[in-house]
């Protein structure tokens, strides 16, 4: 299966920590990503992991993978409105002599001042 | 440094009217190219892709059709566009062997 779930909203308060997690299907997965979308404006790479990896750390972005529960978390510390988007996370695969890339619906990170 | 560029930025276009959105990469060679749509509130769905000239992979069937006339061009195309062809239209690359996939800054579609 090739399905990527995330949850469609979050709310957070300034200064807090947000959490957005996301599972997926496929165990061969290669490649797992954390895209911002801004609004209306294309899709920036935060961060991604490697699948032999369990987490990664970048600033005020943590990323966790659990292999075992097909689970993967960006978590952002001390959340600003800056940090107010949606949020996708996406799987690769190999297919075909090209990596294909699966997105999740996206989660509305809302961050109340 | 490898850029990506689409456009027009917004287009609004009557029903039955033609399509053609346009993207470029500059800085990297024979990428593989993408195109994705993202319909309002809800996530991308992969439209096309391509690993070379000439070379187009369809992932869903509908309206549009997708052509790439140079290495590093490639242009989502309709003969007469559908209300429901309204949407967001991303671009993207990757390398040929690599796993990241970069995005251009979106192409608003709306069909009246």
């Known amino acids: 299966g090739e399905d990527v779930e995330q949850s469609l909203f979050l709310s957070v308060r300034e200064g807090d920590s947000s959490v957005i997690n996301c599972t997926y299907t496929?165990?061969?997965?290669?490649?797992l990503y954390w895209y911002k979308q801004e609004p209306g404006a294309g899709l920036q790479l935060l961060t991604y992991?490697?699948?032999?990896?369990d987490m990664k750390q970048d600033q005020r972005l943590t990323v966790l993978l659990n292999k075992k529960d097909k689970h993967l978390s960006l978590r952002i510390a001390d959340t600003q409105t800056g940090d107010s988007a949606i949020y996708f996370c996406?799987?690769?695969?190999?297919?075909?002599?090209?990596?294909?890339?699966?997105f999740g619906t996206g989660t509305k990170l809302q961050v109340i001042p | 440094s490898q850029t990506i560029h689409q456009w027009p930025a917004t287009l609004v276009q009557p029903v039955g009217s033609p399509l053609s959105l346009e993207c470029t990469v500059e800085?990297?060679?024979?990428?593989?190219l993408y195109w994705y749509r993202q319909a309002a509130g809800r996530g991308l769905q992969l439209l096309f892709y391509?690993?070379?000239?000439?070379?187009i992979s369809s992932e869903v069937p509908q309206n549009l059709s997708a052509s790439r006339p140079q290495d590093r061009q490639f242009i989502l195309s309709s003969k007469k566009l559908l209300l429901s062809d309204s949407g967001f239209y991303l671009c993207?690359?990757?390398?040929?062997?690599?796993?990241?996939?970069?995005f251009g800054e979106g192409s608003w579609l709306t069909v009246v």
């Open positions: 800085g990297t060679s024979n990428p593989n």
């Open positions: 391509s690993v070379g000239i000439g070379q």
């Open positions: 996406a799987e690769t695969l190999p297919s075909g002599g090209y990596q294909k890339v699966t």
């Open positions: 993207a690359w990757s390398t040929g062997s690599g796993n990241t996939i970069y």
């Open positions: 496929d165990s061969s997965s290669t490649y």
């Open positions: 992991i490697f699948s032999n990896m």
